[in-house]
């Protein structure tokens, strides 16, 4: 009985696993088989129309992209959202393109703007900031891993911070997407590779190092090598490659004998699990002064190789060194110095059977000693000291490098780099466009060509969902780094090809498809509820308003920064140090020092600040910060206490809300109604509702008021003011700023 019951259980089980894996698409498909949208071959599709009588009155539609969204929301019974106010959409345009709030002038100017294109001026405007590129360059970081340290247990200090202002000065620049790929994937392999380039490829060494006592070099390059398989399938493709390390991928067409034929294009680098091979990058003024010197020490060089009598003067010294070595023990020589003594000795060994060391030694003390000679090799030494203490301090920043002699590589038995298998070569999946035409020994540079093929079915598609994502807080397919059989179909696959193939039509220019979204009905909308809408797409899958987006942590960091008027504006260098709490590294670091910066340094944006893998710092990790020890291609965002407890207490910003008020209160000397009304819109770029100012109001007068009885804890609050306003005063203008820094609109974008 027992024994049936069980076989009854066994096959339901059996069964039920059967429908679970059916109903998750696991089925198998065969490599030909493109009947998988994301496989499909790209097209331009076309672009829906409407009748008049079918157009939306609103300014509907604007541009392509809402002819696509349409054809979405009208046959569900939805309309789209009106257009956002002004004051909403300078401020959403800044946020998603710089990262930082407009000031007040920049809201009227744009408010009061009548003329026709005033949209468009503001978009071509924040396009054009040089903070465009630290906006965009911290999303791309996040898929590059980026960070400050090597990871593991001793996670010690790297130099990658030129890396990332490569990718900070590639936006800028608008960079074409597959050159900007190239350049990262295969850098080091263009003919004529110049140091950019070789710095992009800073890309794949941000992988982690172990530089634990008894760590196996191989067994660490092999872990790096399976990280950049996973990565460039990842952020290109949008495939999880990385399942198919051990066996056969169990829902995609990735073989585990493809994933190795991925493996094997990165297979012939230097690198084993260590920080070499690394280049040295001079300034300009830098390679300037060295140029000069190399310049210097040539000239010095010829002239004590090539000065008159130097030949017979060498010999007439060394013959003295050998008489004082033969001359009797009571002669006056025999009170030379032992180093005088050492030099005789070698003076008296033959020309051909001196070492080279000993040479050397005789060289310089020939040339220190000559009266003619010696001035001439003083200043060629000062030279010399010179030019190594500028290289010795310059920079670095780890690259790639192929060895002479690319390995065989092989195949792995259930991923174990000890159990080999079959030998493979450099190749992709055959799901995907073939390399046939490419060398038989195929090398990175061909993969990353391969990435842009005209039948690429994948890369233009995954680089606009990312895009798309960034503005609208989720992408048009939601599993944007799982673009298999598991993840989600695109709510808009017409709208998602139309944006690959413009990309691509485009020439591959980041700036030009963000231009072309914003200007986008779509992207206009407002982000408020609508209870008509929400009964239907409570998700706003159909997108019938924007989302309401909280900014990222480096954001908030700088949205307080650049309200309070500390915000410094220099672009890249090395990583800095803000304010941290006290004992964050007692447990997890305890021999690491965090030396806070001072200067401009303290204030700098997020995103250079620097980040270390095993203790980040804290106000990063509370707002979602990943630890980058793998390619992060979406944060997750959370809503914790711990948020609003660090934006109420972190020194940073209790630092940033003195400052604030300080900035208002010394530019203005107008009533406290118009600073009132100015702090708000610094903070938010609209105006206070009358409500709002109503509360606001009150508050100053109540904390002025509690301030004059708790003297010594204003005295505590408003030290370094500049403010001539009694203490209770000022420490109640701290209060009411801290009040709208905390306000969740100020970390919002509508």
């Not at 076989?7 to 030909?32: H, K, M, Y």
């Not at 009947?35 to 009748?51: G, K, M, S």
């Not at 032992?338 to 051909?352: Q, W, Y």
């Not at 960091?557 to 090395?574: C, E």
Request: some cysteine; overall charge negative; proline content about 6%.
């Amino acid at each position: 009985m027992q024994h049936h019951l069980l076989l009854f259980l066994a096959a339901i089980i059996l069964a039920s696993g059967a429908r679970i894996d059916a109903a998750l698409g696991a089925q198998p498909i065969s490599v030909n088989d493109h009947t998988h949208w994301a496989f499909a071959p790209l097209e331009r599709p076309e672009v829906p129309a409407f009748a008049d009588s079918e157009l939306d009155s609103n300014n509907w539609p604007r541009n392509p992209i809402d002819h696509f969204v349409l054809a979405q929301l009208r046959p569900r019974g939805l309309a789209p959202s009106s257009a956002a106010d002004r004051y909403t959409l300078i401020r959403r345009v800044y946020l998603d393109f710089i990262g930082l709030p407009p000031t007040v002038a920049q809201v009227d100017s744009f408010v009061a703007d009548a003329a026709p294109g005033a949209w468009e001026r503001l978009v071509d405007e924040v396009l054009a900031s040089p903070r465009f590129g630290e906006r965009w360059g911290r999303h791309w970081l996040d898929q590059a891993r980026y960070a400050d340290t090597n990871g593991y247990t001793n996670d010690k200090d790297r130099s990658m911070w030129p890396y990332r202002d490569w990718v900070i000065d590639a936006f800028n620049r608008d960079l074409p997407f597959d050159q900007f790929t190239i350049q990262q994937l295969a850098g080091d392999l263009l003919a004529g590779a110049t140091t950019p380039q070789l710095v992009a490829t800073g890309f794949h060494r941000n992988t982690l190092i172990n530089s634990e006592g008894g760590t196996k070099a191989d067994q660490f390059r092999d872990e790096q090598i399976k990280d950049r398989v996973d990565t460039t399938a990842g952020v290109w493709m949008g495939l999880t490659a990385g399942c198919a390390k051990c066996h056969d991928h169990k829902y995609d067409p990735i073989s585990a004998k493809e994933y190795y034929q991925l493996y094997a294009f990165f297979d012939s680098t230097e690198d084993k699990n260590s920080v070499d091979p690394s280049i040295r990058l001079p300034s300009e003024s830098q390679s300037a002064r060295l140029s000069e010197l190399d310049v210097q020490v040539a000239a010095l060089q010829s002239r004590l190789d090539d000065h008159p009598g130097r030949a017979q003067r060498r010999s007439a010294w060394e013959a003295a060194l050998v008489d004082q070595a033969t001359a009797p023990s009571d002669a006056p020589a025999a009170d030379q110095s032992d180093v005088d003594a050492e030099l005789a000795t070698l003076a008296n060994i033959s020309a051909d059977q001196r070492t080279d060391e000993q040479r050397q030694q005789l060289e310089q003390a020939f040339l220190s000693s000559d009266d003619e000679l010696s001035p001439i090799y003083t200043e060629l030494n000062s030279a010399k000291t010179e030019r190594t203490g500028i290289s010795n301090a310059l920079p670095t920043t780890m690259v790639m490098r192929e060895v002479s002699s690319p390995p065989q590589t092989h195949m792995q038995v259930r991923g174990d780099f000890l159990r080999v298998g079959d030998p493979v070569e450099p190749d992709v999946p055959a799901v995907l466009p073939s390399m046939q035409d490419s060398p038989a020994r195929r090398s990175r540079l061909d993969l990353a060509r391969w990435l842009f093929r005209d039948d690429h079915p994948l890369t233009a598609r995954v680089r606009m969902n990312r895009i798309w994502m960034r503005l609208f807080g989720q992408g048009l397919v939601e599993t944007e780094n799982d673009w298999g059989l598991q993840g989600t179909l695109p709510t808009h696959p017409q709208l998602l090809d139309w944006l690959a193939t413009e990309f691509m039509r485009q020439g591959w220019s980041t700036k030009q498809m963000l231009r072309t979204i914003a200007l986008s009905a779509t992207y206009r909308q407002a982000s408020r509820r609508r209870l008509d809408a929400e009964s239907i797409d409570p998700t706003n899958r159909w997108l019938w308003r924007q989302n309401r987006i909280r900014v990222e942590a480096e954001i908030v960091r700088d949205l307080g920064l650049a309200a309070s008027g500390l915000l410094s504006d220099k672009i890249g260098g090395p990583s800095v140090f803000p304010p941290i709490p006290e004992g964050v590294y007692d447990y997890t670091q305890p021999d690491r020092e965090w030396k806070v910066s001072s200067g401009e340094d303290r204030y700098r944006r997020g995103m250079y600040t620097f980040f270390q893998r095993s203790a980040p710092h804290p106000m990063l990790s509370t707002f979602d910060t990943p630890k980058f020890n793998e390619t992060c291609t979406r944060r997750d965002r959370s809503n914790t206490p711990l948020q609003s407890l660090t934006m109420a207490n972190d020194e940073a910003i209790v630092e940033m809300t003195r400052a604030l008020a300080d900035r208002v209160l010394r530019q203005s000397a107008e009533s406290h109604v118009d600073r009132l009304i100015h702090m708000f819109r610094t903070c938010m770029a609209r105006p206070p509702t009358d409500a709002e100012f109503s509360f606001l109001e009150n508050f100053l007068r109540q904390q002025a008021k509690d301030f004059a009885i708790r003297a010594e804890e204003a005295e505590k609050i408003v030290q370094g003011m500049a403010s001539p306003l009694p203490t209770e005063e000022n420490a109640s203008w701290v209060a009411t700023a801290r009040v709208l820094l905390n306000l969740d609109e100020f970390i919002t974008r509508e």
